[in-house]
Structure formats: structure tokens, C-alpha cells
């Protein structure tokens, strides 16, 4: 009973966890514009960031390796540099947008100063993750993203055209520039490599045995899927809201007017909490995820679980992480613009870290009896050919559509 | 590879140094042997330290490596470990002695009296 | 050109299902006042472009007929963030805002 508890605590927190500002920037626009046609690329993103968070999560456990060390360690100082460079560049660009986010999301609750609200979000969210214990910011920010289930709820009631939907599911293709961006950006919303880096080192933080495996797998597999439920919803809502008088979702106030049209004050206030969570629990994630990344790679101490003074450069690291992504912030770059290159950058680069990843899931040099068997090999290099494919044609689509403009 | 053998850069470059208190201390970065040509070679020395990264680092851009990560000085940027202190290779490489006393993890050392004065660190 | 008038198109499509939940009493003064005031910025901002862009003579009626849809958009988008708890108001700004999309949609597809 007890397992069965802490694996639908574990689940609850994925599901929260989940969704950050790239599903709601990406689904929204991808409902508003294709209503419910792009709605089989999300199983395709889910699905492959349940195949890498689980490849990534047995290796940690098995072999005691976190993706950046099997990223150096596999791929040698070289092309892992390459990597790094480009994982901590992306990491602070997505940092930036969900700091940028969170600040959006207060404004539209408080009305105050943006910049103000910028400095008020990096300084909240760097007290929580000093002072609040890992388990703690993972139950926080993973069950108050919960409120973010307003859109399941919406998504029924505005009594959508099941039959549409259900055929949105099934995959179609139009030989447009536009659509073939957006499929790529709904993939790359839910295949986000900062998850993927927070997952396994958490495993390690965690201090996962084999034994815990199965229960590991099943938070992953059902928090993903039922998270992926969540962008669904994103893009019915969009779909029966925007689609038909053609609003071209722009701003995150966008996304929650969609809630708000469902459930009036009620919707817009849950849409809003739920953003705030889902937003600033990918803040930090991503700040962690980026002094993972360095530490790992550099061979420096790392872990939330040790005292600040004994992981000294780890705890700097995601400090200046946070320090930077405030300055980025307060340039007045617009965040929806900062996500949509996070995320379209985030695909570019996501085969450097999941290909050394699978060699080694597939090694038994480290990973023993646990390597992987016929299905997790099968579908590793399925989503290592599709996912080359969605990174060398990420960049091209976003230059020959101005950024999903058109 | 089995018995006496082991693939070197497989399973000992680029792996993480741990001390003999569990403590994380840099990576192996670099591999020095000792012996004379038509001699067995012994391995000798594990360098390790980002200043051993440029001299890893393609020829034309060995002059910014050296810039950006440092030029290779043994004690300030690189240490030498020598093969000896290693206790065990698994999914680490375990050192016999503790990270202060061969001279790693300055850097996490160093910064450490700085973070020692955060609140509860 | 065309972008912009379809970008005004959307702002007016998405001030009319704000004004619509204004009128029905639900939705937050914060948030009509914060998004209002980034849909109004947005429409000066694309009036801004349209008036700047060099255009053929022939195309210069419908550029102003789009810069003045912009101005009504926008003025609004602003009566609704001054006054938001006036119901009647919102209620006709949905009626004109929904009315100026349809008209900034088939400006859009007569370019």
C-alpha cells in the first residue's frame, strides 16, 4: 500500500512537473492554427522522452553514471565539449524564458512592474532551492502545477468534436513549412533534454537501487503519458477557443484566456497557479539540470543532497545560472520569442546527449543484465533515427517560417 | 576485456575521480606511461585538471583552449596522480588517499570558503 | 503588410473573447489591465509598421483603412483596461471588436 502511495505521489509530481512554457507556447499555437491536426505529435514526444528518461534513469542506477558523465565519458573531451557548450547555452536561453514566464504569469495576477516581478521570481525561486530539500521543491512545484489540470477539465467542457480529435491522433501530414514546424515544435516541447538531465541525476540524489527500478519506471512511464494528457488538453482548448475566429496566440495571457473562457475567474485563476508551478518548477529545473551538466562533465561535487559548502562550484554554478538568466531577462527580451528558440535549439542538439546515452543502455560492460533488451533497443534507435531527422530540420523550418509566423 | 587487460580509453579516460572519503574530485583527463621506445610501457601518471584540455584539444584550437582553460601547469591546473594511488576501477576510478592530499578539488576547496558563509551551507 | 493586418485580425479575434468574458462578469480586472495592455501595444506596434513600410500607390487605401482599424482596436482594447467593471461597455466593444476582425481578415485576403 505503501509503494502504491509513493508512486502516485511520484506521479502526481510528474504530472505537474511536466508541462513548462514550451508546451504552453508551442500547444497553444498549434491548436489555434491547426486546431486539433497536430494533436498525434505530442504521443510522439512523450513517448520519446519516456524511452530516454527511462534509458537515462536505469544507467544512473545501474552504473552510478548521470548523463553528462556518460556524455564525456563516451564521447571524449571534444565532442563532449561541443555538447556541454551547447547544452548550457540552450539550458540558460529555457532558463530565461521560464523566469521570463513566471514573471508574465505574476504580472497577470498582480499587476505590478515587470521588472520588479523578474527580480522578485529569481529571487523566490533561488531561496526555495537553497533553503527547501530536493524531495521538497520536486512535491511543491509538481503538485501546485497540478492546478494546470483546469485545461483537462476545460478541454471537455467546451464539448469539442470528439471524432475530430480523435482523428487529430492519427498521423497526417501537409506539405507546409508552418505544419512541419509546429510538429517539430510540439515534439521538442515534450522532448525537452534539461528534464532528461534533472531525471537522472535525481535518480543519483535519490539514491535509486535496483530495486527501485520498476517503481522509478512507472513514475516515468504514467507521469510522462498522463502529463502528455495535459499538452493534449493544451491544444483542444486552443482549438475550440482560437481556431475558429483565428487569434495567433502571441502572449501567455493567450494561453489562459483559454481556461478563462471555459470556467470564467475560477479557470483563469487555476491556469494562472498552474502556470506559475509548472513555470518555476522548470526554472529550476533547468537551473539544476545546467550545474548537473557542469559539474558532471568538469568532475567537480555535485548534489542537492550535500550541504552547499561540500559542492561548492555546484552551488555556484546554479546561482550564476539564475543570476544570468535574470540579465537576460531584463534586456526585455520577449519570453514566448526566448521559448520558441529554446525549444527549436533544445531538438537541435538533443542526439549529442541521447545517442552516448543509449550505447551505453545497451552496454553490459556497465549496465550487467539491465542493458537493454529487444523493445528498449528497438525503440532507442527508432527515436535516435527520428530524432535526427526533427534536428536537422528544426533550424531550416524556423528560418523558412520566420519563427511559425508563416 | 578480461583478465589482465583493459581498454584504457574506454574505461579509465575522461572517468571520475572519487577519494577514498566518497568525495568527487576532477576527472581523469589525461594518461602519462612510463618506459623507452622498444620497452613495455607502464602506465604511470593520471593528469587531471582543465588544464590538460588544450593540449587535447585539435591543433588550431589549442591556442584558446589554453587561454580559456589554462596552459597545463603542473600544481595550479594540473595535477599529477600517480597510478599508484589508484584503489579501484569501477564505475569510478577510487583513489586511495583523500582529494586535499594529492592536491584536487582546489577549486571546489577554494570556493568552498565562500559558500561557507551562505546561511545553513 | 499582410502579416500585420492579419496580426491586427487575431488582436481584435482575441479582444473580442476578452471583452465577451468581461461582459459575463468573468474574468479578473488584473488580467484585463496586464493582457489588455499587451494586446493594445501589440496593435500600435503593427499600426507603427504599416504606416513606416514603404508601399505601392495603389496599396496606400487599404494601409490606411488598416492603421485605422488599428486606432479603433486599440481604443478598444483601452476603454476596456480604464473601465473594466462597466458590463454595457464591454459588451458593445465585443460586438465592434468581433466586427473589426472580420474586417481586418478580408482586408488581409484582398492583399
Known amino acids: 500500500m505503501k509503494k502504491v502511495f509513493q508512486v502516485a505521489l511520484g506521479i502526481i509530481a510528474a504530472i505537474g512537473g511536466f508541462v513548462d512554457i514550451g508546451e504552453l507556447v508551442f500547444n497553444t499555437q498549434a491548436g489555434a492554427v491547426y486546431r486539433y491536426q497536430l494533436l498525434w505529435a505530442v504521443p510522439v514526444g512523450v513517448i520519446g522522452i519516456v524511452v530516454f528518461a527511462e534509458m537515462t534513469g536505469r544507467v544512473a542506477t545501474v552504473s552510478g553514471r548521470p548523463v553528462f558523465d556518460v556524455v564525456r565519458m563516451r564521447m ?7 555538447t556541454l557548450v551547447a547544452s548550457l547555452l540552450i539550458n540558460l536561453i529555457t532558463l530565461a524564458a521560464e523566469v521570463g514566464g513566471a514573471a508574465i504569469v505574476l504580472q497577470l495576477l498582480f499587476d505590478v512592474n515587470v521588472s520588479t516581478l523578474i527580480l522578485v521570481a529569481v529571487i523566490g525561486l533561488v531561496l526555495i532551492v537553497y533553503f527547501v530539500p530536493f524531495g521538497g521543491i520536486e512535491r511543491i512545484f509538481g503538485y501546485l502545477g497540478c492546478a494546470l489540470l483546469v485545461y483537462v477539465a476545460a478541454a471537455v467542457h467546451l464539448k469539442p468534436d470528439w471524432h475530430h480529435v480523435s482523428q487529430g491522433l492519427i498521423p497526417s501530414w501537409h506539405s507546409s513549412a508552418l505544419y512541419a514546424y509546429f510538429v517539430v515544435g510540439v515534439i521538442g516541447a515534450a522532448l525537452v533534454p534539461y528534464e532528461v538531465y534533472f531525471y537522472s541525476s535525481g535518480a543519483i540524489e535519490d539514491r535509486w537501487t535496483v530495486r527501485d527500478l520498476s517503481l522509478n519506471r512507472a513514475n516515468a512511464v504514467l507521469g510522462f503519458t498522463l502529463g502528455g494528457i495535459l499538452s493534449i488538453a493544451l491544444i483542444v482548448v486552443a482549438g475550440e477557443v482560437f481556431f475558429a475566429p483565428k487569434v495567433q496566440p502571441g502572449y501567455l495571457g493567450t494561453t489562459a484566456l483559454g481556461a478563462q473562457h471555459a470556467y470564467g475567474e475560477a479557470g ?12 518555476g518548477g522548470a526554472a529550476v529545473e533547468c537551473a539544476f539540470s545546467g550545474a548537473y551538466t557542469l559539474a558532471q562533465f568538469a568532475g567537480w561535487e555535485w548534489g542537492k543532497y550535500r550541504r552547499p559548502r561540500e559542492a561548492p562550484r555546484f552551488t555556484l554554478a546554479w546561482m550564476i545560472f539564475f543570476a544570468l538568466a535574470f540579465v537576460v531577462v531584463e534586456t526585455g527580451v520577449d519570453p514566448v520569442l526566448l521559448t520558441e528558440y529554446a525549444v527549436i535549439l533544445s531538438v537541435v542538439a538533443l542526439p549529442l546527449t541521447y545517442l552516448p546515452v543509449l550505447l551505453i543502455a545497451r552496454d553490459r560492460t556497465f549496465m550487467g543484465e539491465r542493458a537493454n533488451g529487444l523493445l528498449a533497443s528497438t525503440f532507442g534507435w527508432l527515436y535516435f533515427a527520428i530524432l535526427l531527422v526533427v534536428s536537422l530540420a528544426a533550424i531550416p523550418l524556423m528560418l523558412a517560417t520566420d519563427g511559425g509566423a508563416g | 576485456m578480461g583478465g589482465d587487460r583493459m581498454d584504457l580509453v574506454y574505461r579509465v579516460l575522461d572517468d571520475q575521480l572519487v577519494d577514498v572519503d566518497g568525495r568527487r574530485c576532477g576527472r581523469v583527463d589525461d594518461l602519462e606511461f612510463e618506459g623507452d621506445i622498444g620497452e613495455f610501457l607502464c602506465l604511470f601518471v593520471i593528469f587531471s585538471g582543465l588544464g590538460v584540455w588544450y593540449w587535447r584539444m585539435p591543433r588550431r584550437l589549442r591556442a584558446i583552449g589554453a587561454r580559456l582553460f589554462g596552459s597545463g601547469v603542473v600544481g595550479r591546473d594540473v595535477i599529477r596522480v600517480p597510478w599508484t594511488q589508484v584503489e579501484d576501477i569501477s564505475s569510478v576510478i577510487r583513489l586511495k588517499s583523500k582529494a586535499r592530499e594529492l592536491g584536487l578539488a582546489q577549486g571546489d576547496d577554494r570556493d568552498a570558503t565562500f559558500v561557507a558563509k551562505l546561511p545553513r551551507s | 503588410m499582410h502579416a500585420g493586418i492579419e496580426q491586427l485580425a487575431s488582436i481584435s479575434a482575441e479582444s473580442a ?18 493582457h489588455g495592455a499587451e494586446l493594445s ?46 458590463r454595457e461597455q464591454a459588451r458593445q466593444d465585443e460586438v465592434k471588436l468581433r466586427h473589426w476582425a472580420g474586417q481586418a481578415n478580408r482586408l488581409a485576403e484582398a492583399l
Open chain 1, 76 to 82: 571524449g573531451l571534444n565532442v563532449g565539449l561541443v
Open chain 1, 268 to 279: 483563469l485563476l487555476l491556469a494562472l497557479l498552474g502556470m506559475l508551478f509548472a513555470v
Open chain 3, 17 to 34: 473573447l476578452m471583452a465577451e468574458d468581461l461582459a459575463r462578469g468573468r474574468t479578473k480586472t488584473t488580467f484585463v489591465r496586464v
Open chain 3, 41 to 86: 501595444a501589440q496593435t500600435e506596434h503593427e499600426a507603427e509598421k504599416l504606416n513606416d513600410d514603404p508601399v505601392a500607390p495603389e496599396l496606400k487605401m487599404p494601409i490606411e483603412e488598416a492603421i485605422k482599424l488599428a486606432a479603433d482596436i486599440g481604443g478598444a482594447i483601452d476603454d476596456m483596461r480604464v473601465s473594466p467593471q462597466d
